[in-house]
T-cell receptor, first 111, second 117 residues
Framework: EDQVTQSPEALRLQEGESSSLNCSYT??????LFWYRQDPGKGPEFLFT???AGEEKEKERLKATLTKKESFLHITAPKPEDSATYLC????????????FGSGTKLNVKP | NAGVTQTPKFRVLKTGQSMTLLCAQD?????MYWYRQDPGMGLRLIHY???????AKGEVPDGYNVSRLKKQNFLLGLESAAPSQTSVYFC????????????????FGAGTRLSVL
């Protein structure tokens, strides 16, 4: 069964305190792994797509990495505006229109 | 450029009532999706459409129907609402060309919060 597990469920950081979020997945052939950011009361907003093990993508203070079984979202020197829920999703090769999402990690960065 | 617009934003229904959620996108995207988001369970795909006049079942389709009569609109219907359908519903769309296609980006609406009493 295809599934995505994210950890931790919630993470509190002080401003400037770097950390990583984990996304573990099992899927019958991975086409793509995605990271989205979701602010309260809003829809998810795209951050990154990763397609193959070893691939890395960066955007400001965020860097996403991918292995054959998991992905990490590294947050370097976070700011309060990075506070949000971060969602991970996988897209299987057998159906490009099916995306399986994890339940997210709620990040709170305190000043 | 509005992107993906969902109406209504909030709704309260009684068990057994019916309603339709509307999703409209102005980006000329071929693919559209309906998800529900429940606490601790993440987004789950209800139905999706790969083009005007086509629909397909997702992960949790029971109790819902959809229609895609126009390319820009994707409707989600609840014929007889149940308390288990209390959730936040998100619509998304994605393109079939351009750089966004290469990244498989989905563009989401702001959601509809539905309570079934």
């Amino acid at each position: 069964e295809d599934q995505v597990t994210q950890s931790p469920e919630a993470l509190r950081l002080q401003e400037g305190e770097s950390s990583s979020l984990n996304c573990s997945y099992t899927v019958s052939g991975l086409r793509g792994l995605f990271w989205y950011r979701q602010d309260p009361g809003k829809g998810p907003e795209f951050l990154f797509t990763l397609y193959s093990a070893g691939e890395e993508k960066e955007k400001e203070r965020l860097k996403a990495t991918l292995t054959k079984k998991e992905s990490f979202l590294h947050i370097t020197a976070p700011k309060p505006e990075d506070s949000a829920t971060y969602l991970c999703a996988v897209q299987p090769v057998y159906n490009f229109n099916k995306f399986y999402f994890g339940s997210g990690t709620k990040l709170n960065v305190k000043p | 450029n509005a992107g993906v617009t969902q109406t209504p934003k909030f709704r309260v229904l009684k068990t057994g009532q019916s309603m339709t959620l509307l999703c409209a996108q102005d980006m000329n995207h071929e693919y559209m999706y309906w998800y529900r988001q429940d606490p601790g369970m993440g987004l789950r795909l209800i139905h999706y459409s790969v083009g005007e006049g086509t629909t397909a079942k997702g992960e949790v389709p029971d109790g819902y129907n959809v229609s895609r009569l126009k390319k820009q609109n994707f409707l989600l219907g609840l014929e007889s609402a149940a308390p288990s359908q209390t959730s936040v519903y998100f619509c998304a769309s994605s393109p079939t060309s351009g750089r966004a296609l290469a990244k498989n980006i989905q563009y989401f609406g702001a959601g509809t919060r539905l309570s079934v009493l």
